[in-house]
């Protein structure tokens, strides 16, 4: 079973809208962190936000926000104000809280957004 | 040169070939990672380095062969590829801390690798 899914493989969102990127995860453990990723056509991934289950309040960077429902696990990116720049693919990723997974993060397959002018 | 450096950016080679890729990290980090990217999969976890011990082989074959040998480079070494080896290779660092899960990773911009 996959551990991260994100349902959309692509989006086309007017400029300036905000968009919505769903990812789901799943875990047994109690303690995790969750990343989004954004990777232009130039390749590098850039990181984006960060939330840590037991973190109460949503996390929140600039124009990103993370939509944390962990009953639900889910972990939508929130993009507000959609820019042209924001044209990109989109990943989820999770880190598990055991040790001996420490260094693993488990990616979902990505969602590639593109904002129209 | 600032963050993670990759060379080259693009390499096309033949599956008798013996090449390099080469990461270079500049934020003092002391983990660094090789990925490999295929087209509309996850990104796959090839190895990782923590203090320039390999600490993660996730099943990668042998002809692909990673040598850290301090704790700014990294290289993953390729000999008698497949074609279905072709994909962007990225390399990443982190500042890695036992049993924190935030541990950010930096990625360098990735080589596209065509093996014909």
């Known amino acids: 079973a996959q551990k991260i899914t994100q349902t959309q493989p692509g989006m086309f969102v007017q400029e300036k809208e905000a968009v919505t990127l769903d990812c789901t995860y799943d875990t047994s453990d109690q303690s995790y962190g969750l990343f989004w990723y954004k990777q232009p056509s130039s390749g590098e991934m850039i990181f984006l936000i960060y939330?840590?289950?037991?973190d109460e309040q949503n996390a929140t960077e600039g124009r990103y926000s993370l939509n944390f429902q962990k009953a639900r696990k889910s972990a939508n990116l929130v993009i507000s104000a959609s820019q042209l720049g924001d044209s990109a693919m989109y990943f989820c990723?999770?880190?598990?809280?055991?040790?001996?997974?420490?260094?693993?993060?488990?990616w979902g397959a990505g969602t590639k957004l593109i904002i129209k002018p | 040169e600032t963050g993670v450096t990759q060379t080259p950016r693009h390499l096309v080679m033949g599956m008798t070939n013996k090449k390099s890729l080469k990461c270079e990290q500049h934020l003092g980090h002391n983990a660094m990672y090789w990925y490999k990217q295929s087209a509309k999969k996850p990104l796959e976890l090839m190895f990782v380095?923590?203090?320039?011990?390999?600490?993660e082989n996730n099943s990668v074959p042998s002809r692909f062969s990673p040598e850290c040998p301090n704790s700014s480079h990294l290289f993953l070494h390729l000999h008698t590829l497949q074609p279905e080896d072709s994909a962007l290779y990225l390399c990443?660092?982190?500042?890695?801390?036992?049993?924190?899960?935030?541990?950010?990773?930096?990625f360098g911009p990735g080589t596209r690798l065509t093996v014909l």
């Open positions: 380095y923590s203090l320039e011990e390999r600490v």
């Open positions: 990723a999770m880190r598990e809280g055991r040790f001996y997974s420490n260094y693993q993060l488990i």
């Open positions: 939330q840590g289950s037991y």
């Open positions: 990443a660092s982190s500042q890695w801390r036992l049993a924190d899960l935030y541990n950010e990773q930096f």
